[in-house]
């Protein structure tokens, strides 16, 4: 079993910069690709960055690129988001997820963390 928890979620304004982590824990997920995904109210799961065990790959929504850029510390058992210039419209509940399979799509991942809310103000 492995046990995700995320954290760095926050207010922040339009324009600004958020950091998020994902800590893993019960079992290492050095050998786990791991997405971030985020929800909005009243909306679909969507699928933001996802990293493979290495690390040596990462895919965008095209909605995030450029801004966003995703990160694992395998020693660390510990996932990143860095989320710059952020807009009003990336306010959603951040989850992060673990699986073996790299994909964008969320029934993939076999672990899920509970999310941290991130707010952008305009």
């Known amino acids: 079993q492995v046990q995700l928890v995320e954290s760095g979620g926050g207010l922040v304004q339009a324009g600004g910069s958020l950091r998020l982590s994902c800590a893993a824990s019960?079992?290492?997920?050095?050998?786990?690709?791991m997405g971030w995904f985020r929800q909005a109210p009243g909306k679909e799961r969507e699928f933001v960055a996802t990293?493979?065990?290495?690390?040596?790959?990462?895919t965008y929504a095209d909605s995030v690129k450029g801004r966003f850029t995703i990160s694992r510390d395998n020693a660390k058992n510990t996932v990143y988001l860095q989320m710059n210039s952020l807009k009003p419209e990336d306010t959603a509940v951040y989850l992060c997820?673990?699986?073996?399979?790299?994909?964008?799509?969320?029934?993939?991942?076999?672990?899920w963390g509970q999310g941290t809310q991130v707010t952008v103000s305009s």
């Open positions: 990293i493979s065990w290495t690390g040596g790959s990462t």
């Open positions: 997820a673990a699986g073996f399979m790299v994909t964008m799509a969320s029934n993939s991942y076999d672990y």
């Open positions: 019960g079992r290492t997920v050095r050998r786990y690709g």
